[in-house]
T-cell receptor, first 113, second 113 residues
Framework: AQSVTQLDSQVPVFEEAPVELRCNYS??????LFWYVQYPNQGLQLLLK??????LVKGINGFEAEFNKSQTSFHLRKPSVHISDTAEYFC???????????FGTGTRLQVFP | DGGITQSPKYLFRKEGQNVTLSCEQN?????MYWYRQDPGQGLRLIYY???????QKGDIAEGYSVSREKKESFPLTVTSAQKNPTAFYLC????????????FGPGTRLTVT
């Protein structure tokens, strides 16, 4: 079975500082990996996804993530955050040959001026 | 514009009443999903459907029911058997086989008192 762990429930950071949101997964088979963002009282929006190929994936709003198979990680990074990046971020893995996603518990990014 | 609509945005019900949440998509997606979101628990899958007239239970299906009579519609009924129905409910859709991202609606916040 697949599982996703987001180690940090909250990450406070000052504006223009770099940030890393951590995601580790567990799976006995290859998976696809996703990062979603959720602004307050809204649905989720895809930031980026890793299906295959280059392990460094670039997404929207200046975010990127790196797939590390040996460490089973897919950490999300941004070199300089804005106030508008304040939101909840979810890491997810897909279950092969199904249409299901398994989500982590989320990391709340709070950007301070 | 293509997308997913959920209505209403906020819903209030008395304990013991069934309530149906609407989800409509015009993306021509085959698969549709219902998730429940509670603080600190991420998203949990309630039901999903890959084709019309077929659906499968997710991880927390007890106390919920769904139907998929049309490709674009996937309503969720929260029955009186659901012991803790107050939550934020998200509907999503995708093309196929986990290769495509899931697109999310704006959500319905259900409060049962």
């Amino acid at each position: 079975a697949q599982s996703v762990t987001q180690l940090d429930s909250q990450v406070p950071v000052f504006e223009e500082a770099p940030v890393e949101l951590r995601c580790n997964y567990s799976s006995s088979v290859s998976v696809y990996l996703f990062w979603y963002v959720q602004y307050p009282n809204q649905g989720l929006q895809l930031l980026l996804k890793y299906l295959s190929g280059s392990t460094l994936v670039k997404g929207i709003n200046g975010f990127e993530a790196e797939f590390n198979k040996s460490q089973t990680s897919f950490h999300l990074r941004k070199p300089s955050v804005h106030i508008s990046d304040t939101a909840e971020y979810f890491c997810a893995v897909s279950v092969p040959n199904t249409d299901k996603l398994i989500f982590g518990t989320g990391t709340r990014l709070q950007v301070f001026p | 514009d293509g997308g997913i609509t959920q209505s209403p945005k906020y819903l209030f019900r008395k304990e013991g009443q069934n309530v149906t949440l609407s989800c409509e998509q015009n993306l021509n997606h085959d698969a549709m999903y219902w998730y429940r979101q509670d603080p600190g628990q991420g998203l949990r899958l309630i039901y999903y459907s890959q084709i019309v007239n077929d659906f499968q239970k997710g991880d927390i299906a007890e106390g919920y029911s769904v139907s998929r009579e049309k490709k674009e519609s996937f309503p969720l009924t929260v029955t009186s058997a659901q012991k803790n129905p107050t939550a934020f409910y998200l509907c999503a859709s995708s093309m196929w086989q986990g290769l495509d991202e899931q697109y999310f609606g704006p959500g319905t916040r259900l409060t049962v008192t």
